[in-house]
């Protein structure tokens, strides 16, 4: 297997990463970008149930469009897309480049880069293993990649304004939040983590997660009637449309086990983290899930949680860290993750990125 390969030999490079020259881990961090980047620009259209649609759709207008009036006409019509970041990139790139491959290979780099760029600040910050993080994203989040195209790209840019919101850089955090506006309008869930890390009050924390939940369980008829009578708010339509919702039952379940092992081995006073660390990440993947059960409104909403998620598979690492089985809890959560993997994308076909298909 094609991403198997990719996965674990990616990970034993950043095995013992720490300890490398300068020189030698921007090394080891380049190679596993561009490895990873040209695995993701060199599939076919068929790989990734949305690559075929508007990814290939705009390219596809972008060449035959002399003008980008006229391409951001004919795309806005066709398929209804807003986004004028992914346009952006998608036109300048079809005029400089004129290759579809090659624009499958850049934004994988803007993805793959921006998530290697959040992992190295977390890693130092919280002195964990990169090569769990690395892992972690992976198994659960780089297939995806290969198919919500949009997203993700909104999702990088979000990434890299919380590095510079923490390193005090605030100018290219305030601009890197608002080019994640103009790839996907849903980066709005990230300013979540904000609101959940600078909350003291745990009882404005559990007010912000039940209105999440309470607009899960059903109860969002005044929200869609809003959507339907503003016209600014009428982009949000679509995520309150309850025609595909599916709960996958599997990843919830996966997900809680974020919170589930963490909590556990606090508790048992296996792991020796801050409560404040705790209670941020506790609270942090309480709303992750949340979001996530959006899925039970439609296929859409539920991917609002992916904002959160990249800071959410930080939390077992910085327990495991902390804790006397570092060793144990490391290889165990390891297992997990390519199991997980194995079962959401070779069992269950998630993403309709397995088996790889590549163009050479």
């Known amino acids: 297997m094609v991403y198997f390969v990719f996965f674990i030999i990616s990970v034993l490079m950043l095995l013992g990463y720490n300890n490398r020259t300068r020189y030698g881990k921007r090394s080891i961090l380049f190679t596993i970008l561009i490895s990873f980047s040209l695995l993701s620009g060199l599939r076919t259209a068929a790989i990734g149930s949305d690559t075929s649609a508007y990814p290939l759709g705009c390219y596809q207008v972008a060449a035959f469009t002399s003008t980008f009036t006229d391409f951001n006409n004919r795309v806005s019509d066709l398929y209804f897309m807003n986004e004028i970041g992914y346009k952006v990139l998608a036109y300048v790139c079809n005029k400089i480049f004129n290759d579809f491959n090659f624009f499958l ?18 890693a130092k910050k919280y002195k964990i293993h990169l090569w769990i993080l690395w892992l972690s994203y992976c198994c659960i989040m780089f297939n995806q990649s290969l198919n919500l195209a949009k997203q993700y790209l909104s999702i990088s840019l979000c990434l890299i304004a919380y590095v510079n919101f923490e390193k005090d850089r605030k100018k290219i955090g305030i601009a890197a939040f608002v080019g994640a506006l103009t790839f996907h309008f849903t980066s709005v869930a990230f300013l979540c983590i904000y609101f959940l890390k600078y909350l003291k009050s745990s009882l404005l924390r559990i007010a912000l997660i039940a209105c999440i939940i309470i607009t899960v369980s059903g109860n969002y008829i005044i929200i869609k009637e809003l959507t339907s009578r503003f016209e600014i708010f009428h982009r949000f339509a679509v995520y309150l449309g309850n025609k595909d919702g599916d709960v996958p039952l599997f990843e919830v379940l996966y997900h809680s ?21 705790f209670s941020e990440f506790s609270y942090l993947i309480i709303a992750e899930i949340s979001f996530f059960m959006f899925n039970y409104i439609s296929a859409q909403a539920g991917r609002m949680g992916l904002y959160l998620l990249p800071l959410c598979l930080a939390f077992i690492p910085i327990v495991a860290v902390n804790s006397n089985y570092r060793k144990t809890i490391h290889f165990i959560y390891a297992v997990s993750l390519l199991a997980f993997w194995y079962v959401t994308i070779v069992i269950q076909g998630s993403t309709c990125t397995y088996p790889y298909e590549s163009i050479l």
């Open 257 to 277: 086990l974020f919170l589930v092992v963490p909590f556990i081995l606090y508790k048992a006073k296996k792991t020796f983290i801050s409560k404040e660390i």
């Open 105 to 122: 290979f850049l934004c994988a780099v803007i993805v793959n880069g921006s998530f290697l760029y959040f992992f190295t600040h977390l």
